[in-house]
């Protein structure tokens, strides 16, 4: 019989100091919560094998697949600013790599267990967190985001304490790969510059290989780092996503969305919203995430000097040119996305202000940020009847003073006049970039209720269906695109570590 999985490590090929060799840790008594069968389809996997006693005992990290090299990565990081030396995976095990259609993906179980990186921590997670991981990386692939996948969540029969004693789980992730710009901080920080330039070039290798032919490869490197992560964030914002913990050891080189603990979504819109209960300062508030990642990336460029150029001054230099590229790139993305949120496919002078002065308007009046921009889509006027009345009031409803929306309002129309095509061409496009359906925090934290306290996991594979089609109406699940009570202010999220 073939192996389960087909893989091929080249990560684990490296080096012995890019990372551990440490085994899962094995545990009491596994059941299999949910496997992806899609996304193990697409990996060029079995579902059926993967569901079976050996698929689960390797899910739950009770057996080492064969051809599998299992290893806990090393990385520092900047953790709310404060530079980190070593960090690594303290409860994460990368089993291998499988090369499938789409190219190379890891495949890693979070929380197996305890590795050299574990930082006195159990190496293991709790239901709740891996539940939410797998929703939300589930929800942000199916809004077009770029994210990590999960394969599957599996209960370990064990508990965990943290500020009480919780069901254990393993989420098994699958990323394009576990590079962070942590991972180049840990081999600057120790003046590694055989193991720096060893990593940059398996980073582009994996990510970027037409850099390889760059005159400069790793400015190349480092420019499509920049270009990835400038049009990552401005796709969050565009959903009203807040990643919550944005360290240095939580940016992924690939360009995905990485590491999901005290995540959530906008609800009533204010861009200084920030949910973890652990950023006290608002540091990776909303509003603040295309700063912090130019912060962050540009700590990944400190990290890389002595490869841009043996000369520091002209290092420095390559540097700075490539992340002054940063703003460009998230300023086209950014409201590009909120042009077609707008139904404006095409670009003029005052787009920007027009939709600049929506956001100020919603945010003065508590407006939802995902049912303002859904219902707009309604709201928009069929020449010569003008708009639907009710599609009109939904909209203006959201508002504290709907006169606030009126004022906008015309001023819209008139741009919408400019544009070609018709209102049903309008509408269709408004629809593709405006979601129904995100995973409303108080849906997510109701659904992990369930499953904790009452080993009820019918409302996490009722989310799952639902957030599967974020763009359709589904009219059989129209509660679920409601905002909660109060517009979700209090609301806070945690790591889950």
């Given at each position: 019989m073939t192996a389960l999985f087909p893989f091929d490590n080249s990560y684990a090929r490296l080096p012995g100091r890019f990372f551990a060799r440490i085994a899962p840790t094995p545990v009491e008594a596994p059941r299999l919560v949910r496997l992806n069968r899609t996304l193990a389809?697409?990996?060029?996997?079995?579902?059926?094998?993967?569901?079976?006693?050996?698929?689960?005992?390797?899910?739950?990290?009770?057996?080492?697949?064969?051809?599998?090299e299992p290893i806990a990565t090393a990385y520092a990081g900047h953790q709310f600013g404060q530079f980190v030396p070593q960090l690594g995976d303290?409860?994460?095990?990368?089993?291998?790599?499988?090369?499938?259609?789409?190219?190379?993906?890891?495949?890693?179980?979070?929380?197996?267990?305890?590795?050299?990186?574990?930082?006195?921590?159990?190496?293991?997670?709790?239901?709740?967190?891996?539940?939410?991981?797998?929703?939300?990386?589930?929800?942000?692939?199916?809004?077009?985001?770029?994210?990590?996948?999960?394969?599957?969540?599996?209960?370990?029969?064990?508990?965990?304490?943290?500020?009480?004693?919780?069901?254990?789980?393993?989420?098994?992730r699958v990323a394009s790969s576990h590079i962070r710009v942590g991972s180049f901080q840990f081999f600057a920080a120790r003046?590694?510059?055989?193991?720096?330039?060893?990593?940059?070039?398996?980073?582009?290798?994996?990510?970027?290989?037409?850099?390889?032919?760059?005159e400069n490869p790793?400015?190349?490197?480092?420019?499509?780092?920049?270009?990835?992560?400038?049009?990552?964030?401005?796709?969050?914002?565009?959903?009203?996503?807040?990643?919550?913990?944005?360290?240095?050891?939580?940016?992924?080189?690939?360009?995905?969305?990485?590491?999901y603990g005290p995540c959530a979504f906008l609800d009533t819109y204010d861009p200084a919203t920030a949910f973890s209960s652990i950023d006290r300062h608002g540091r990776y508030a909303y509003g603040n995430q295309p700063r912090i990642a130019l912060w962050n990336l540009t700590r990944l460029a400190e990290a890389l000097?002595?490869?841009?150029?043996?000369?520091?001054?002209?290092?420095?230099?390559?540097?700075?040119?490539?992340?002054?590229?940063?703003?460009?790139?998230?300023?086209?993305?950014?409201?590009?996305?909120?042009?077609?949120?707008?139904?404006?496919?095409?670009?003029?002078?005052?787009?920007?202000?027009?939709?600049?002065?929506?956001?100020?308007?919603?945010?003065?009046?508590?407006?939802d940020f995902t049912l303002t921009f859904r219902r707009l889509g309604d709201a928009v006027p069929e020449p010569g009847s003008g708009c639907e009345p009710a599609a009109v009031e939904a909209v203006r409803s959201l508002f504290i003073d709907p006169t606030?929306?009126?004022?906008?309002?015309?001023?819209?129309?008139?741009?919408?006049?400019?544009?070609?095509?018709?209102?049903?061409?309008?509408?269709?496009?408004?629809?593709?970039?405006?979601?129904?359906?995100?995973?409303?925090?108080?849906?997510?934290?109701?659904?992990?209720?369930?499953a904790v306290e009452r080993q009820d996991y019918a409302p996490f594979e009722t989310l799952l269906t639902v957030l599967s089609r974020p763009y359709d109406d589904q009219p059989d699940f129209a509660h679920y695109a409601e905002a909660p009570e109060g517009g979700g202010r209090g609301y806070r999220t945690f790591c889950g570590t």
């Open positions: 389809s697409d990996l060029g996997l079995d579902p059926a094998r993967l569901e079976s006693p050996e698929g689960l005992e390797i899910l739950a990290g009770r057996r080492v697949p064969e051809g599998a303290g409860r994460a095990i990368l089993l291998g790599e499988v090369v499938g259609r789409d190219g190379r993906r890891d495949i890693q179980l979070k929380g197996a267990g305890p590795t050299p990186f574990s930082r006195r921590g159990d190496g293991r997670a709790a239901l709740g967190p891996v539940l939410r991981e797998y929703l939300v990386s589930e929800a942000m692939h199916a809004l077009g985001i770029p994210t990590t996948r999960a394969l599957a969540a599996v209960t370990t029969g064990e508990q965990v304490i943290r500020e009480t004693v919780l069901p254990g789980a393993v989420l098994t003046g590694d510059v055989e193991g720096l330039r060893a990593l940059a070039d398996h980073a582009i290798a994996r990510h970027d290989p037409a850099a390889a032919d760059a790793y400015r190349a490197l480092l420019e499509g780092v920049i270009r990835r992560q400038a049009e990552l964030v401005a796709r969050w914002l565009s959903v009203g996503f807040i990643h919550g913990v944005m360290n240095t050891d939580n940016m992924s080189i690939a360009g995905e969305t990485i590491d000097l002595p490869l841009l150029s043996d000369d520091e001054t002209r290092a420095v230099a390559e540097a700075e040119a490539a992340l002054s590229g940063f703003a460009a790139i998230f300023e086209a993305a950014y409201h590009g996305g909120l042009n077609r949120k707008l139904g404006l496919a095409t670009t003029r002078d005052g787009d920007a202000s027009l939709a600049g002065d929506l956001l100020k308007a919603m945010a003065e009046n508590e407006a606030a929306y009126d004022r906008w309002a015309e001023r819209w129309h008139n741009r919408l006049a400019e544009e070609p095509g018709t209102a049903a061409e309008r509408k269709r496009m408004m629809r593709t970039a405006n979601p129904a359906f995100i995973p409303r925090n108080h849906r997510v934290e109701a659904m992990i209720e369930a």
